[in-house]
Each structure stands twice: as structure tokens, then as C-alpha cells.
């Protein structure tokens, strides 16, 4: 079994900044590609950002320049600095991780979720 755990979701005013963290364990051989994923009321659940175990990223144009996105190999971690939020940034929060298990088969698992509401 796999366990994704987000945390540092909250409220923030327009403008303000957020800082969300996601820890895997379980049956882990090694992770592939990290993300993050939201999901407004309403609305389709979307690509925010994912990072590859060499680094590489990928953002949604909504999102360049105010968002980055970070993974700590060693502790089979993302992370996500979300500056100069905007009421439109308000949803849940969703990570995902792209992984080896220990079994050697390729699996996709998914985090809680952790909601973000930008709001005055």
C-alpha cells in the first residue's frame, strides 16, 4: 500500500502566499513523476504543476511565473510555493504521485486533497 499526505492548505487574502507539502510512504521502489492536481466547485480537475525524480517541470499557463514546484527525493516528497494567489487559485488540492512499488508495478496514487480558499 501507498499513502499520499498533503498538508498546508488553509485561507489566504488575494496577493498573500501558501506553501503545500506531500509526503509518500508505503511500498515505494522509486517515484517517477510528482504533481499537483485541483479541483474547483463546478470544474474539471486540473494540472497545476509536476516535476519529474530528475527535476523537470511542467505548469499550467494560469499558474507560471506565481507557482513552484519542488520534490525532495530522499524523503519521497512535493512541494508547492504558491505566491500572489488569486481568488480564482480557490480549490482542492490534490497530489499525485506516478511510482515504482516495491512489487515493480507501476502505479498512480493520489492524495486526500487540501483545500485552498483566496479570500478577503
Known amino acids: 500500500q501507498v499513502q499520499l499526505v498533503e498538508s498546508g492548505g488553509g485561507l489566504v487574502q488575494p496577493g498573500g502566499s501558501l506553501r503545500l507539502s506531500c509526503a509518500a510512504s508505503?511500498?515505494?521502489?522509486?517515484?517517477?513523476?510528482m504533481g499537483w492536481y485541483r479541483q474547483a466547485p463546478g470544474k474539471q480537475r486540473e494540472l497545476v504543476a509536476a516535476i519529474t525524480s530528475r527535476g523537470s517541470t511542467n505548469y499550467a499557463d494560469s499558474v507560471k511565473a506565481r507557482f513552484t514546484i519542488s520534490r525532495d527525493n530522499a524523503k519521497n516528497s512535493v512541494y508547492l510555493q504558491m505566491n500572489s494567489l488569486q481568488p480564482d487559485d480557490t480549490a482542492v488540492y490534490y497530489c499525485?504521485?506516478?511510482?515504482?512499488?516495491?512489487?515493480?508495478?507501476?502505479?498512480?496514487?493520489w492524495g486526500q486533497g487540501t483545500q485552498v480558499t483566496v479570500s478577503s
Open positions: 499525485n504521485a506516478n511510482l515504482w512499488t516495491d512489487s515493480f508495478r507501476v502505479a498512480t496514487y
Open positions: 508505503g511500498s515505494i521502489f522509486s517515484i517517477n513523476v
